[in-house]
């Protein structure tokens, strides 16, 4: 029975729907930490606020990169015809 | 009235960025809806991303391009022909002289093999890439060179400060005294990468940067440049690690080793998932209309598009700066000479 359940196209695909919410829950966290710190910080100092929103953007283009790699996988998974 | 007039502009920006990204929406879907049948969503966007011998831009008689098929087999020698006559009139592939398409690739009825030289759309879209790098590049450096004491103007004036933050912010403070050897890599690579990514956002444009073969040379290039840089601190560093404990340099060898291909590798992956998926988002927002069948989605998913295509423009910076970084840090931790302790 778990076989037919393995075998069965329609669970992989409710499986990438799964994937891809984790994904960006992932990314959720990942850019909301980067930015909650880089607002502290920016609000400890205020003169370094642009130096600390470039480097802001930048790591978070980093970490979005993670999230997306998650979604073309999954958007594999779900154009599949069994 | 000057309450208006003072949202007239920004107004005006909305409305044109609004029609930029409603062009791509029309062009496949017809085809699929006028039949009746369901739009195959994962079809259209797979096309829209992958690399293919035709380059379609809209439907229609003229819509297509047909790229030349060029195919090398050791048995046929060097055959070139139009890729109209791979299909016939109801886009099937038929074959011809013996060679038949088969989804991406093209393969020889005899079973002999056949190497693909063809010019695809992602490499048409490379040379167009290439010619205007070459016009934009051509054009400010021969500003330069006529007049070096004027004052830049035009072009020049917007391509110098971006020159300069390549040079000031990702060069020199990464690779150290010896920047400019390594200058006109790192300012090719970051305009190579720039000019990809925002001509893959255009309607209609091929997907080139987000070609995972294209990403692939891009880190090679890196790969080779840092390998062939490194001086003897470097290799040093890699199979006898000082200042470390014999059993654990045995166990850091391989894992140093392994980290000389990562590091190109995750250059390549983060490039291609960066842009690919940037691609990819935007086409199922734009196909969520054909799906619903309904204009409310179509209102709501071209705003969303809108958005998106903005954080999209942001992120073809962002990826080639990252790019264009790291190899820089790369290049400056081969080349590097320090003191030992």
């Known amino acids: 029975m778990l076989f037919a359940l393995l075998v069965d196209i329609s669970y992989a695909i409710m499986g990438a729907g799964i994937g891809a919410g984790l994904a960006a829950i992932g990314a959720g966290i990942g850019i909301g930490r980067i930015g909650g710190s880089a607002m502290e910080a920016m609000a400890r100092q205020p003169e370094s606020a642009n130096k600390l929103q470039g480097s802001m953007l930048i790591i978070a283009a980093l970490v979005e990169v993670i999230a997306l790699f998650a979604i073309v996988i999954c958007f594999l998974i779900s154009i599949r015809e069994a | ?341």
């Open chain 2, 1 to 341: 009235m000057s309450a208006f007039s003072h949202y007239l502009k920004p107004l005006f920006t909305v409305a044109l960025a609004f029609l930029l990204v409603s062009v791509p929406a029309f062009a496949q879907e017809h085809e699929a809806s006028s039949h009746g049948e369901e739009l195959n969503v994962g079809d259209v966007i797979m096309n829209h991303v992958k690399d293919d011998h035709v380059w379609h831009f809209w439907d229609g008689h003229y819509g297509t391009l047909y790229l030349p098929v060029i195919v090398y087999s050791s048995e046929r020698g060097l055959e070139i022909f139009s890729s109209r006559n791979l299909f016939d009139d109801h886009h099937n592939y038929v074959p011809y002289k013996g060679y038949r398409k088969e989804g991406s690739r093209i393969v020889h009825e005899s079973g002999a093999s056949v190497v693909d030289l063809s010019i695809t759309k992602n490499v048409a879209m490379l040379f167009l890439n290439a010619a205007l790098m070459l016009f934009v590049f051509l054009t400010v450096a021969g500003r330069y060179k006529k007049n070096p004491a004027k004052a830049p103007s035009g072009l020049q004036s917007f391509m110098e400060p971006v020159i300069l933050f390549v040079r000031d912010e990702i060069v020199k403070p990464n690779i150290g005294p010896k920047y400019e050897k390594y200058l006109p890599y790192m300012l090719t690579l970051f305009f190579f990468i720039l000019f990809g990514n925002l001509l893959g956002l255009l309607p209609g444009a091929a997907n080139l940067t987000g070609n995972i073969a294209v990403t692939l040379t891009l880190a090679f290039f890196t790969f080779l440049i840092t390998n062939f840089s490194g001086n003897r601190n470097y290799w040093s560093h890699i199979f006898w690690t000082p200042g470390v404990p014999l059993p654990l340099r045995i166990i850091i060898l391989p894992v140093e080793l392994i980290g000389v291909f990562t590091k190109p590798f995750a250059l390549l992956i983060r490039l291609f998932a960066a842009i690919t998926a940037g691609h990819i988002v935007i086409l199922s927002l734009l196909c969520l209309a054909f799906v619903f069948r309904a204009y409310w989605v179509g209102g709501v998913a071209s705003a969303f598009v809108v958005l998106i295509s903005l954080i999209e423009i942001l992120v073809a910076g962002i990826q080639a700066y990252v790019f264009t970084l790291f190899s820089s840090l790369y290049i400056g931790m081969a080349i590097e000479e320090h003191d030992h302790h």
